[in-house]
C-alpha cells in the first residue's frame, strides 16, 4: 500500500549525502580563511619575503586570498601576485 510518503522517505534518505556535499565544501572554505588568517597584519606598504626565500618585496594590494607585490632587482622593477599564504612578513630596515 503506497500512500504517497515513499518518495519522501527515499529522498530523506538521500539528504545526509546532499549534506556531507556542503559540509566539505565548507571545511574547505574555512581551511581558506585559516590560511588568509594567518596574514592579517598585512597591508599596503608592508615588507614581505616568499617563505622560501627571496627579495624583499613591498605589498601594494592586499585582497581576500592574494597580495600584490613590488620589488627591484638593482634598478628594475618588479611586480606579481602571490598567495597570502605564501609571504611572511619581515622587519623593516
Known amino acids: 500500500m503506497s500512500n504517497g510518503n515513499h518518495s519522501s522517505i527515499e529522498s530523506f534518505g538521500k539528504k545526509p549525502h546532499h549534506l556531507m556535499g556542503l559540509f566539505l565544501c565548507l571545511q574547505k572554505t574555512?581551511?581558506?580563511?585559516?590560511?588568509?588568517?594567518?596574514?592579517?597584519?598585512?597591508?599596503?606598504g608592508s615588507l614581505v619575503?616568499?617563505?622560501?626565500?627571496?627579495?624583499?618585496?613591498?605589498?601594494?594590494?592586499?585582497?581576500?586570498?592574494?597580495?600584490?607585490?613590488?620589488?627591484?632587482?638593482?634598478?628594475?622593477?618588479?611586480k606579481a601576485v602571490f598567495p597570502k599564504s605564501a609571504l611572511e612578513q619581515v622587519n623593516s630596515f
Open 30 to 44: 574555512i581551511s581558506l580563511l585559516n590560511i588568509t588568517m594567518d596574514n592579517t597584519n598585512l597591508y599596503t
Open 49 to 78: 619575503r616568499l617563505k622560501s626565500g627571496g627579495p624583499v618585496m613591498t605589498v601594494i594590494n592586499v585582497n581576500a586570498l592574494t597580495v600584490e607585490c613590488r620589488w627591484f632587482d638593482g634598478a628594475t622593477p618588479h
